[in-house]
């Protein structure tokens, strides 16, 4: 190949990238990949940091809801420096986009593996950790987070949305399973239908425990961003279904209908779980 055809074709690659960008944006999505998880790692808590600052200066606060599974270690790097000098740890409130009705101190506790892998390694001003309340019914813990909620719209401390009354969190992050559920919103469940509760509940999930809390869809896609992380092989055909344009007989799965109405929305690959992308084949 000349020189000239060098150029002409790197120049090609440029304006093939650029489109890419323009398209990835244009419905407020971003797909990232990775080839190893440190990167995903690392460029996960970069994501997050850049969030935190920017919120902090615009609004004073950070309001962020966090997910279970193996999120918590995927966002561990915030635990080390530089993340855990600079960051403002102080201006952070945590939520829990869903949560296991069980003892804080349960192995199957989100909040507990939050605590343990997260919250207990920086200075988080613990009055800012807004967790269930675990000595009641699903139900009623949905109820008693919802007003908690409320009460923190109505201070400003979490955002309101200007389309709805919805709370705008500043950012949702959210794990997927290989069925494509996403908090603990699961395939075909009625659950996906509510959009009257920012808090919902179930007592009959499919993966255990059964009886769970969980934000609704209107409020996930109410947040200003939402970053869906997802890693390995056995979530790469949800990965597939939830990112592509898979047709119209294949089933919505949940993580598809994270569509953030006015924010933006970041899907964090490895590259074992996007394998299976029409454009992870194509970038390749």
């Known amino acids: 190949?000349?020189?000239?055809?060098?150029?002409?074709?790197?120049?090609?690659?440029?304006?093939?990238?650029?489109?890419?960008?323009?398209?990835?944006?244009?419905?407020?999505?971003?797909?990232?990949?990775?080839?190893?998880?440190?990167?995903?790692?690392?460029?996960?808590?970069?994501?997050?940091?850049?969030?935190?600052?920017?919120?902090?200066?615009?609004?004073?606060?950070?309001?962020?809801?966090?997910?279970?599974?193996?999120?918590?270690?995927?966002?561990?790097?915030?635990?080390?420096?530089?993340?855990?000098?600079?960051v403002d740890w102080a201006k952070w409130y945590i939520f829990w986009v869903d949560e296991r009705v069980v003892a804080k101190n349960h192995a199957d506790s989100n909040y507990k593996l939050a605590k343990d892998g997260l919250l207990s390694k920086v200075p988080i001003v613990p009055s800012h950790v807004h967790s269930i309340n675990d000595t009641v019914s699903a139900e009623k813990a949905a109820e008693d987070y919802e007003f908690v909620i409320r009460q923190l719209v109505r201070t400003r401390v979490i955002s309101v949305s200007d389309i709805s009354d919805c709370p705008k969190f500043d950012l949702i992050l959210l794990g997927m399973g290989p069925d494509g559920h996403v908090a603990s919103l699961f395939p075909n469940h009625s659950i996906l239908d509510e959009k009257e509760e920012w808090v919902t509940f179930l007592t009959d999930s499919p993966k255990p425990p059964p009886e769970r809390i969980t934000f609704t869809l209107p409020v996930i896609n109410s947040a200003s961003n939402v970053a869906i992380v997802v890693t390995g092989s056995s979530k790469a055909e949800a990965v597939h279904s939830a990112i592509d344009d898979v047709g119209p007989d294949c089933p919505t799965l949940p993580a598809k209908m994270v569509q953030p109405t006015k924010g933006n929305l970041v899907w964090f690959l490895d590259k074992a779980a996007a394998s299976k992308l029409d454009s992870a084949k194509f970038s390749e």
Not at 1 to 8: A, F, K, Q, T, W
Not at 12 to 20: D, E, I, Y
Not at 49 to 64: N, Q, Y
């Open 1 to 86: 190949m000349s020189i000239v055809e060098l150029l002409d074709f790197f120049s090609f690659s440029r304006a093939v990238l650029s489109m890419a960008l323009s398209e990835a944006n244009k419905d407020g999505r971003e797909v990232r990949i990775y080839e190893y998880l440190d990167e995903v790692n690392t460029n996960l808590a970069d994501y997050i940091a850049e969030l935190s600052e920017a919120s902090v200066k615009e609004r004073g606060v950070f309001a962020i809801a966090l997910s279970s599974g193996s999120l918590i270690s995927l966002i561990g790097k915030l635990c080390e420096a530089p993340y855990s000098k600079t």
